[in-house]
């Protein structure tokens, strides 16, 4: 099952260290995120940056972001999939009709 990516941006960021914060939408408490958490990396993050995760704990139970990736990055491969998906399902139409006149 796919794991449920979450939405904020960053709140905090320690460029020397590695680690910094998001600030989840739509919530007042703030998500310790290191840089090795995110999935590509374009640079280093920048506060404001909108970024898309998945919630984890770390050994002390503290909430963490993992596969941390930028925002804009996440919504057009989300759409990339959902094109893909569309497509197959159209081959299979078309397959399936040309199959059954023929």
Do not use: C
């Not at 280093?44 to 925002?71: C, F, H, W």
């Amino acid at each position: 099952m796919k794991e449920k990516r979450l939405k904020g941006a960053i709140k905090y960021w320690n460029g020397r260290k590695g680690f910094g914060f998001i600030a989840p939408d739509n919530e007042d408490k703030q998500i310790f995120v290191h840089i090795k958490a995110f999935i590509e990396r374009k640079g280093k993050p920048v506060i404001g940056q909108e970024v898309t995760y998945t919630l984890s704990a770390d050994d002390q139970g503290r909430s963490r972001a993992e596969n941390v990736m930028d925002a804009a990055d996440d919504i057009a491969s989300e759409s990339s999939s959902k094109m893909m998906i569309t497509v197959v399902v159209v081959m299979a139409i078309v397959a399936t009709t040309v199959y059954f006149w023929a």
